[in-house]
């Protein structure tokens, strides 16, 4: 019997949760916590996560995984407020590790800055201009996870896709866009110097995220911070900026806008009164439900993409 990637382990837990198999799930990750070295914050995490399900829940495990990641030299983002942590928050050994935990996190965003990668299209002239993606990964992510999935036949053979990463640590391998100010700055500043430094077709930008990345894709374009002609959005949240007036200002720009989910998302009621404040606007707009699929990446994403290139830049 062939060992199991972390993928696969990965699949098998979520399937097990499905099914509120929590205990389950625990145990699954335990018995290969040592063979994914590269793994282990996801796994650790989700092991805490998953035993504060249990019912009754399990605090001694959450406790000890937790104690065990800081051992390894990890750290993580622990709320007392969290309705996760209710039954923890008044341990002194959990507030020892909220104290403890914190302090590294300052330490790691003392160290982090905002990151830009750009990749350019095959058979790329210097003498050409291209069309512009600005791609934008989800909390708790780095760019370089987030290309894994965010990509396209259209936008390898034809696009400047510039992938921003924030300088706002979520976790130890990844980030978030919390503060949102920051985020608009940083993303604008991205913008400025790949169309500075590469020839931008600047009639053909658009910006493409998931999860929170997906929600400062809209944000950016409801705003006009970055005069784009539309965005494709997986799974986001309502921007703070949603309403008639910005709404009306993307449409008289002639922005157009594609929202991809699972119809197992979370935040699938919002997205549908959203693209129904949409039709009632008159915007110009996709909806895309995937079916058996939660908060994250359709397994056809790419043609996703591609279609949205093209209902963006083509379709009239």
């Known amino acids: 019997m062939y060992a199991l990637s972390y993928e696969e382990v990965d699949k098998q837990v979520i399937s097990l949760c499905n099914d509120e198999k929590f205990e389950e799930a625990v145990t ?67 507030q020892k590790l909220v104290t403890e935990n914190a302090n590294r996190k ?63 640590v979520a976790t130890p391998i990844g980030y978030c866009w919390d503060d949102i100010e920051m985020a608009r700055q940083e993303i604008i500043e991205a913008y400025q110097e790949v169309t500075s ?27 006009g911070s970055i005069p784009v002609e539309g965005f494709i959005a997986l799974c986001p949240d309502r921007p703070e900026d949603f309403d008639k007036e910005h709404i009306q200002s993307m449409r008289m720009k002639k922005i157009k806008g594609l929202i991809l989910t699972g119809e197992n998302d979370g935040g699938l009621e919002e997205q549908k009164k959203m693209v129904h404040e949409f039709e009632k606007m008159n ?3 996709d909806f895309i439900i995937n079916p058996n699929l939660g908060h994250w990446f359709p397994e056809n994403i790419d043609e996703q993409i591609d279609h949205g ?5 083509f379709k009239v």
């Open 106 to 168: 300052a330490l790691a965003q003392e160290k982090a800055k905002k990151k830009s990668d750009v990749y350019l299209p095959k058979h790329y002239h210097q003498d050409q201009k291209y069309p512009l993606h600005i791609c934008i990964h989800g909390w708790g992510e780095e760019s370089a996870f987030f290309r894994k999935y965010w990509t396209s036949a259209g936008l390898e053979n034809e696009y400047i896709c510039l992938f921003v990463q924030s300088s706002q």
């Open 197 to 223: 430094q590469y020839p931008i077709d600047m009639n053909h930008i658009s910006l493409g995220g998931f999860s929170q990345g997906a929600t400062m894709a809209m944000d950016i374009a409801l705003r």
């Open 283 to 285: 915007f110009p707009h």
């Open 28 to 94: 699954k990750l335990e018995s290969v916590l040592d063979q994914f070295p590269n793994h282990l914050f996801e796994m650790t995490w989700d092991i805490a996560v998953l035993s504060s399900f249990m019912r009754p829940r399990n605090n001694e495990k959450i406790m000890a995984i937790l104690e065990f990641g800081n051992s390894k030299g990890l750290w993580y983002s622990l709320n007392p407020q969290d309705k996760r942590w209710e039954e923890c928050k008044d341990l002194v050994r959990f």
């Open 309 to 313: 290139l093209n209902f963006i830049f």
